[in-house]
């Protein structure tokens, strides 16, 4: 027994002596620099598992958080975050998908603005004689018209603006999805509700330039820049690609009128000169 001890010793001592043994020892006590190092102003936490959190990891995590796990916001807080943050607002009623809601908000926006204009719908068709006994230009008709058609007709074109809105922005390699688009759309119209009530100055001072046109202006052009706004939360974009998402539409159709308007004025001055 004692001579095999000796033995290991002095092999041991040879293998030490020869460098081998070192090799060996410094292998088992090495550590990958990358796992003992962290770079410089990064915070780091020795998680159970035994790696490394640093604060880049945890923003990533916060930022890929689930939607069930985040604070739950109230309408009324979402309403006025709109108004006073929308930037942060929109981006969260496009990450939640609070489609009901935001149909509920566009509905109401037009349904609120459709009644506020009945009085000088009114109006306008007192002044027409040939049409006062018309039962559909009766107030009662109208009223009735005004109640059933509104909801059906906002979301139709809530629905087809949204529509192309989003296959504008899929072409241009948006990767947002359309319910995100419906909720921050229609929060994006939340603004209009307020201008609504001052159609009644129209009929109200009985002027014939429309106050209400003047007026509302400036809280449409603020409509438009919050829907650029979701465009461009909804679908991670640059704010000059969610401005060509919005406009490539209306130039589209503002073309498409122009040679409508120049067929018919050819085909008109056609007709003229064939007689």
């Known amino acids: ?34 796992e003992s190092q962290s770079e410089p102003g990064k915070s780091e936490e020795l998680s159970d598992a035994g790696d490394y959190i640093t604060s880049d990891s945890i923003e990533h995590a916060m930022a890929e958080e689930p939607p069930g796990k985040s604070e739950k916001r109230t309408i009324t807080e979402l309403l006025y975050g709109v108004i006073a943050n929308p930037v942060e607002t929109l981006r969260y009623v496009a990450k939640h998908k609070l489609v009901a809601v935001g149909i509920l908000i566009y509905v109401a926006v037009a349904w609120i603005g459709a009644f506020a204009s009945i009085p000088g719908t009114l109006n306008s068709f007192e002044q027409i004689p040939d049409l006062s006994g018309i039962p559909m230009f009766n107030p009662h008709s109208i009223v009735i018209f005004t109640v059933v058609a509104t909801p059906f007709f906002s979301l139709l074109g809530m629905f087809i603006s949204a529509g192309i809105l989003h296959l504008i922005a899929s072409l241009l390699k948006g990767k947002g999805e359309f319910p995100g688009l419906i909720s921050a759309v229609g929060f994006a119209s939340f603004p209009m509700i307020i201008s609504t009530p001052l159609s009644l100055l129209d009929y109200m001072l009985g002027v014939s330039i429309s106050l209400y046109g003047i007026i509302s202006l400036p809280f449409t052009l603020w409509t438009i820049v919050l829907t650029i706004i979701g465009i461009r939360e909804n679908y991670n974009f640059s704010t000059a690609r969610a401005v060509w998402t919005f406009f490539i539409p ?25 007689q």
Not at 2 to 19: A, C, F, P, T, V
Not at 254 to 266: P, Q, S
């Open 1 to 34: 027994m004692d001579k095999d001890k000796n033995s290991g010793r002095d092999d041991e001592g040879r293998l030490i002596e020869s460098g081998e043994g070192a090799a060996m020892m410094g292998e088992k006590q090495s550590i990958d620099p990358q």
């Open 250 to 274: 209306l130039i589209a159709l503002f073309l498409l009128v122009m040679l409508l308007v120049i067929g018919i004025i050819v085909l008109f001055v056609g007709a003229l000169s064939g």
